[in-house]
Structure formats: C-alpha cells, structure tokens
C-alpha cells in the first residue's frame, strides 16, 4: 500500500513495531552539545555582509551510519547570523550544490524579490547577493531553500540555520543574549532515512517500517547520545527551532516542570509565561529560559507528521547547571501587542486540499508558478484570514511577509502564548484558523511572497500559493 493510502488525519497511527518508540531515559551516551558557529560578518557604512555556501558533505544521521548530507559552510546545518535592528545586511550566498536552490529568510520582513521564495532560484555554480534593512524586532528567524520542489529534499538533507534578529529594548537587555554562553539554540530534527543512511524526503510510495526516523537535536542523534550543555550562568534562554520536514515537536521538561516562555516566533510575548510544554508546529521557533539548580533533562515529543505517523518521547538535551549567579527577575513587561481589531479587516477565503497525491490551495496546485492560486492584496490593507483544511489532515501553515496574530484556532478565541505574533501554525485536519494581518512597507508586481504548507512533502506536492502586494 502507498503512504497516501494509509495516511489518516491526527495522531492515530500506531508505529510498526520495529520503528523507535519510547527513548525518554535509554539514551547510553553523552555528548556535548553541538552549538552552531555564529557567522562572523564584515560591516563598512552600516551594511554588514556575510558569506554563505550551501554545499555537500556527510554526517551521521543514523548512529554508525555516514549519510549524504548538505548544509551551510559545512556539512549539515548552517552557521546561526545575527541581524540588528535598523542596519542592513548584504548576504552573498553561492550554490555549490548540484542544483538549483534558493534561500528564504523565514519569518523576515523584507521585500519580495530579496525574500529568498521560488522566484529568487539561482542555479549550481552561481551566487545570490540580497540585501535589505532589519526591519524586525528582536525575535528568531531561520534560512532554508525555497526552490520549486526541492524544498523537502534540501532541508532534509541538512540546509536550515538560524538567525537572530536583536534590538535594544529595556526587555533584550535583560534577557540572556550571550550566544553559546546563556542564549543557546535547539533544532531538533526527525528525517526520514532507510538502512543504508539514504535520506528520504518524498515518502509516497515507501513503508514507513521500512524506514528509520532518527531525532536530532543540533545534528546529533539522540537515540543512543543524550547531548549536554553545560550552563555556566544559572538563567539560560533557549531558541527552539522546529526545522524538520513534517513533525510538531513538544519540548517538556522531563521531570514535569514549567519552562518560561518569553517569545513565539515573531518577537517577545506580552509577559514571560510559565508552560508545561512549547509545542512548533514544522517550520516554527518558540523561546524560554530556564533558572537551574539541578540538572534538567529536556524532552522532545514528537507526534504527528502524516510521514512518520505515531509518536514517541525521546531525551533530547540535559542542561546541567554550574553557576553561582542569582539572576535579576525577568522584567513584568517583555512587550506590547495591540491586538488587532478586525471588524473592519478584509476577509479572505484560503482552503488547504487535496487531489490524491497533489495537494493544493483553494483547489489550485501549487507545484509551478503559473499553476499555484495567486491571493493578491495591496499595500497596507488589514486583513483576516480563514484558512480551512479540507485535506483532513495536519498542516503547518507559514505566510511569509509579515507576522499574525491568531484570532479563532477551530472556532475558539485564542489565548495564552497563542496571543503572540506568529508566522507558522497548525492547521488540522478538517479544522480552521482565523489569523489577521497589516500588509506594510513592501509592494511588487513582480515578486511573490508566499505561503504554504511547512511539512515540506506537502509543499513540493503543491500546498503552496503565491501573495502580491501591490501598490494600493
Ligand atoms: Cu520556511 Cu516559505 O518557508
Ligand atoms: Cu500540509
């Protein structure tokens, strides 16, 4: 049987037997953790530049087992940049893959021919040079390749790195910030591979237990390795990064306690908000710090992901404190969201579907720029949106351009950290969400934005259209 065929809304998948169930506590190894290098950039009159090269390499994704792998100025992974608030960036990326490939600043506002989507491919061998001002408050961002159908196998294979967008707020200046020190990312990963390493990426077709699903956390395999950092300051702030194909990730902690959470994936939340869980959809970030005393194991749950199906709960990071330090309390105020008042907003129609193996947005397939719906609006129209899934199954939702707030999650008002900005959200099967947005600062007649579907399959499959901004 096809996976199509098999492939249900929800969580109801039972894994096959041989497939990684439960791992919480059976971890034999410690390793420290793998911190992504900062990318030093150059900066003359204000612009900084970087260098990026997405290139091949190998790494061991299954634990024994050497993979083809890509990534940013290495082998899996890429560097972690940091933009300013107010300055402007110069990133000159080359590919020295074997294909096309593009690289999209996910949760960025900037304008639409330097956004990194399909439109900005460039081919093996040449260079992409964008530049653009740092629009965006404090928050964490990520890059990854955009081009048309390859998306799931690039990112798979390893292209994702972060980016951390910082202002001078009262509220950055009390949060950690020291990058690898107290301020420290997480990217947890569950890829698909079969037994000789190969990562899979287009699963249609495959038994899922023929398959293996191996967890990373920052490119090392957790099934027999438990990563360690060591915190050298008793507050630490972590920067989760969901960077896998298809999975929600749930990151808890393993001996029941609250993680605070201060940001969603576009910025700071209101107040610092004590959770039992943070749960990015694929494609989201969410932001927490903890206060150590003891050691705390980090657990990632992952359910979902039409592709992997079931779920299982794996040890994922342990932080182990080795500090003196009382940190300050966090300040009562980290930001101000004005929530939207939509009654007066446009209203848009947006349906996720699907015909057998093409997926689709309001009825249209995206796989090619002239096949894939075109929503259009113009520059500094508010909007609601309602975007239902017809599919009945689970989607990740991603608008590029600029941040929403959630104003109805299957008919219910948001609340909690749901009143965040965000730019990635679960839709499940056969639900709904209402998100409002302002379209501001950039117009183009030429250039898309986009939005789609972030399990990256269903994305490739056409779960994607295109957004014009144009000049109002
Ligand atoms: Cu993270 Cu349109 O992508
Ligand atoms: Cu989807």
């Known amino acids: 049987a096809g996976l199509a065929a098999v492939a ?7 894994l096959p037997t041989d497939a990684k169930g439960d791992k919480a506590g059976a971890a034999t190894n410690t390793a420290t953790l793998n911190i992504p290098d900062l990318l030093e950039g150059t900066t003359s009159d204000g612009t900084t530049t970087f260098t990026l090269t997405a290139q091949t390499g190998t790494h061991e994704v299954l634990c024994g087992v050497t993979s083809d792998t890509a990534g940013y100025n290495g082998s899996f992974l890429g560097p972690t940049m940091k933009w300013t608030t107010g300055s402007t960036v110069l990133l000159n990326i080359t590919n020295d893959l074997d294909a096309d490939t593009s690289v999209h600043f996910h949760g960025a506002h900037i304008p639409p ?33 955009h081009a048309l159908g390859t998306t799931a196998e690039q990112v798979a294979h390893g292209l994702a790195g972060l980016i951390i967008a910082e202002d001078e707020t009262d509220a950055s200046a009390a949060l950690p910030s020291e990058y690898g020190v107290d301020d420290i990312p997480i990217v947890p990963q569950c890829p698909a591979t079969d037994a000789a390493g190969d990562i899979k990426y287009d699963l249609n077709g495959y038994l899922r237990n023929t398959l293996s699903f191996p967890v990373l956390c920052n490119g090392t395999n957790v099934d027999d390795t438990t990563p360690t950092f060591t915190a050298t300051r008793t507050r630490t702030r972590f920067r989760v990064l969901n960077a896998s194909p298809s999975d929600i990730i749930t990151v808890q902690r393993g001996d029941g306690g609250t993680l605070t959470q201060i940001a969603t994936e576009q910025g700071c939340l209101t107040e610092a908000t004590e959770v039992e869980t943070i749960r990015p959809v694929a494609g989201g970030r969410a932001e927490f710090v903890m206060d150590l005393s003891d050691a705390v194991t980090l657990q990632a749950v992952i359910t979902t992901g039409w592709v992997r199906g079931g779920s299982g709960t794996f040890d994922f990071l342990t932080v182990t404190p080795d500090a003196s330090d009382t940190p300050d309390d966090l300040p009562s105020s980290l930001n101000t ?25 309001n009825g249209a397939v995206g796989t090619t720029m002239d096949s894939m719906a075109t929503i259009m609006t113009t520059l500094g129209s508010q909007e609601i949106w309602t975007i239902t899934d017809n599919t009945m199954r689970e989607h ?77």
């Open 8 to 14: 249900v809304a929800g969580t109801a998948f039972s």
């Open 113 to 145: 021919d330097m956004d990194g989507g399909p439109q900005n491919a460039f081919a093996a061998g040449e260079t992409w040079s964008p530049t653009f001002e740092i629009l965006d408050e404090a928050k964490t961002l990520w890059y990854h390749p």
């Open 337 to 361: 969201i004005e929530r939207y008042d939509t009654s007066s907003f446009t209203a848009q129609e947006i349906t996720l579907d699907q015909d057998g193996l093409e997926m689709a947005i």
């Open 396 to 472: 990740s939702f991603h608008l590029h351009d600029v941040p929403f707030q959630l104003i109805e999650i299957n008919g219910a008002e948001s609340a909690g950290v749901d009143l965040g900005w965000f730019d990635t959200y679960e839709v499940v099967g056969g639900g709904s969400i209402k998100i409002a947005m302002e379209f501001t600062d950039f117009a183009d007649d030429t250039y898309m934005y986009m939005l789609h579907c972030h399990l990256l399959q269903h994305e490739d499959e056409g779960m994607m259209a295109g957004l014009m901004v144009m000049e109002s």
